[in-house]
């Protein structure tokens, strides 16, 4: 029997990271399902049949430390826990005491099926149930904020790890013959440069305080990423 060439620690790393990018890309993709009614547009009468249907056994099996973390994240995103159940492949009872753990069952509102957002003030054993319209109740006190510049910082920290990420795999030598595999990341990255165009514009820089070096160089850095992506859109024009 052949034995099996292990691959090398920067080998190792680069797939690690790949899997570890597709993993968070694939609940980012149910959130925007589930909030976007896509199952719906798709002719299905529940969000559960969708699942069943369209991935059946195929969905991720995670361990009970990382399937806390996830679950608490699509609930954070809105999602009920009859939803997140369909989405993960497990039952409500399991979601709701993953949640009682990680403290997120009540907080925050459920996107529900009609597309209606919900507060949830509800006993745990009814929110098997679809969501019906209720008369508005009382929002709980808000939880205080974060300051914004400490959230600010490390959303800035979470995004640079994550390109640089992203960047190394380019670096990879097996990137061109997997190439044609990175296509389905576009509206992803997209997305990403998107929200990360909206997040400088806000910042308002013409105004800011700073030295002339320093604007010289966000103006020289904004035209660089600017002029790149323009020659990718021609070249995509040139194609069609």
Known sequence: MNEIALPTQEEAR????????????TWQLIREAYISRTWAVLGYDTWDAYCNAEFGNTRLKL????????????????LSTRAIAAATGTDQKTVRNDLADTGEEFSSPVVGVDGKTYTVTRAPEVL???????????????????PLPEALNDAGRDLTRAAERLARLTEDDRFAKNRETT??????????????????TAMNLPAAEASEEARRWWATSLHKISDALADVANSIQKEQ
Do not use: W, Y
């Open 183 to 200: 296509h389905h990341q576009v509206p992803e990255l997209l997305g990403a440069l998107e929200h990360t165009t909206r997040l400088v």
């Open 14 to 25: 680069a797939l690690t990271d790949r899997i570890k990018i597709a993993v968070e890309g």
């Open 63 to 78: 361990p009970r430390e990382e399937r806390q973390e996830v679950v608490a994240s699509l609930r954070d995103s809105g």
């Open 128 to 146: 098997n149930a679809e969501l019906v319209d209720e008369p508005a109740r009382p929002e709980p006190p808000k939880q205080k904020r974060r």
